[in-house]
């Protein structure tokens, strides 16, 4: 009778668990309106806060970690500041910048107003028509969308992975590559693969506004000028409403 049950239990939690994990293929009209509702979350939500890791893996396709990178993203109203690979972008409701610290490059530019609608949906729709297959695959709590892009593309694959409340939890990138062999003739291709890991999602209550204020990046003048903490920096005024006015 133990045995029996012990049977029956282990049958369902098999067949549940391969039914959880299903993949199903879905339709490009699909797969464009949960990218839509991706972005719409981050574009509603008033205020919020994530850190963000980014690997790289040794030799490109292993699963041994070549370089580990630290981000953030916070968002409070119209004010917005992440760190990327190095590269700040703050912006608050006139202005944006970039500062790119690995390359020491700095710009200010007019601000994005519809910084999370700057996917072109027809490019979108033509790139997803044009993909060979995309799979959804439900977990448990979250979701995981694996789009294989056109031959032409210069990704090889491409995981997303979200949670019910259509947050962002994992991006997987894996790009194809053309080597040169040692000889000098032959080449080979190789996929370089780099993941995006966003967790410790916060109603951002701990957010410094100060941090969003102009006058922490630049003097502001007939001339704008950079501070000093970035003097050394390559600086660029791309501004368009300001230099309309003068």
């Excluded at 917005?80 to 006139?94: A, D, R, V, W, Y």
């Excluded at 448990?140 to 990704?155: D, Q, T």
Aim: glycine letters at 4%; aromatic letters at 12%.
């Amino acid at each position: 009778m133990k045995r029996s049950l012990l049977f029956c239990f282990l049958t369902c939690f098999v067949t549940v668990s391969a039914t959880a994990s299903t993949a199903r293929k879905i339709t490009s009209a699909e797969a464009a309106q949960i990218i839509k509702k991706l972005g719409d979350w981050y574009k509603d939500t008033e205020k919020y806060s994530m850190e963000i890791e980014i690997k790289s893996y040794k030799d490109y396709s292993t699963d041994v970690v070549h370089e580990t990178q630290t981000g953030f993203a916070r968002k409070s109203g119209k004010n917005f500041h992440s760190l990327m690979m190095g590269t700040h972008t703050i912006q608050n409701e006139k202005y944006r910048f970039t500062i790119d610290s690995l390359r020491n490059f700095m710009s200010i530019k007019d601000a994005e107003l519809n910084m999370w609608e700057n996917i072109n949906p027809v490019i979108l729709e033509n790139y997803l028509n044009e993909s060979s297959t995309i799979m959804l695959t439900e977990l448990e709590g979250s979701s995981m969308m694996k789009i294989i892009p056109p031959v032409n593309s210069a990704l090889k694959q491409y995981e997303l992975t979200y949670d019910k409340s259509f947050r962002i939890i994992n991006i997987k990138m894996e790009m194809q590559k053309e080597e040169m062999a040692d000889d000098g003739r032959t080449t080979f291709t190789i996929s370089p693969k780099i993941t995006f890991q966003f967790r410790n999602y916060t109603n951002g209550s701990k957010i410094n506004p100060k941090e969003f204020l102009t006058e922490n990046y630049v003097r502001m003048g007939p001339e704008v000028v950079a501070n000093k903490e970035y003097s050394k920096f390559e600086f660029f005024d791309l501004r368009v409403k300001d230099k309309l006015k003068q």
